[in-house]
């Protein structure tokens, strides 16, 4: 069976730091992946999708950064973190119109 | 751009039912979704519908799409408090990108 994993759970992290959240996608080949960063509990942002290895494209400009170094595997980075990148970030998979699988999120502190 | 549009909350009491609109611009929407979100918990996919079909039942859900108007909706029938949550719209025309909506808050009062 197809599942996701996204960690860590929850990150507290200084102004000016780095970062990294991983998503793995099990039980699937070649999927879409997307990172979500959703603010205050409410809507959703797209911020990176991949339809395959080394290929990104970034929705928003901002201080992040994507990469997908295997096909089922997806990172999100930044070089410094920003007080305004505090938020819960999503990793979600899709092969088929049938929507999304998202993993359980990781919720981001920027202190 | 594609933009897709909800009511922010909905408060319901326990075993009515709940309805949550929802309007989208895109005219080429293949696919559109319903999406609920618990407390500190990622998207569970409830129920999809292809942009050809009016309606779809699944158990205590029904999703109308009413494709002239842009306009889709969900109703939970029988609602509960475990259907407390914040649902979300979304849609694709394509299969790269989806487009969610802002979220609607359900509020179930027992």
């Known amino acids: 069976s197809q599942t996701i994993h996204q960690w860590p759970a929850t990150l507290v992290q200084p102004v000016g730091s780095p970062l990294s959240l991983e998503c793995t996608v099990e039980?699937?080949?070649?999927?879409?992946l997307y990172w979500y960063r959703q603010a205050a509990g409410r809507g959703l942002q797209l911020l990176f999708y991949s339809v395959g290895i080394g290929q990104i494209s970034s929705e928003v400009p901002q201080n992040l950064s994507a990469s997908r170094p295997q096909d089922r595997q997806f990172i999100l980075s930044s070089k410094k973190l920003l007080l305004s990148d505090s938020g819960f970030y999503l990793c979600?998979?899709?092969?088929?119109?049938?929507?999304?699988?998202f993993g359980s999120g990781t919720r981001l502190t920027v202190v | 751009g594609e933009d897709v549009e909800q009511s922010l909350f909905l408060s319901v009491r326990e075993g009515d039912s709940s309805v949550i609109n929802c309007t989208y611009t895109d005219s080429s929407s293949t696919y559109l979704y319903w999406y609920k979100q618990e407390p500190g918990a990622g998207l569970q996919l409830l129920t999809y519908?292809?942009?050809?079909?009016d309606m779809k039942q699944d158990q205590r859900l029904t999703v109308l799409l009413n494709k002239k108007d842009k306009h889709l909706s969900l109703r939970i029938a029988d609602t509960q408090t475990g259907d407390s949550a914040i649902y979300f719209c979304?849609?694709?025309?394509?299969?790269?990108?989806?487009?969610f909506g802002t979220g609607t808050k359900l509020q179930v009062i027992p």
């Open positions: 039980g699937t080949s070649n999927p879409n």
């Open positions: 979600a998979w899709t092969v088929q119109n049938y929507g999304y699988t």
């Open positions: 979304a849609e694709t025309g394509g299969y790269q990108k989806v487009t």
């Open positions: 519908i292809f942009s050809n079909m």
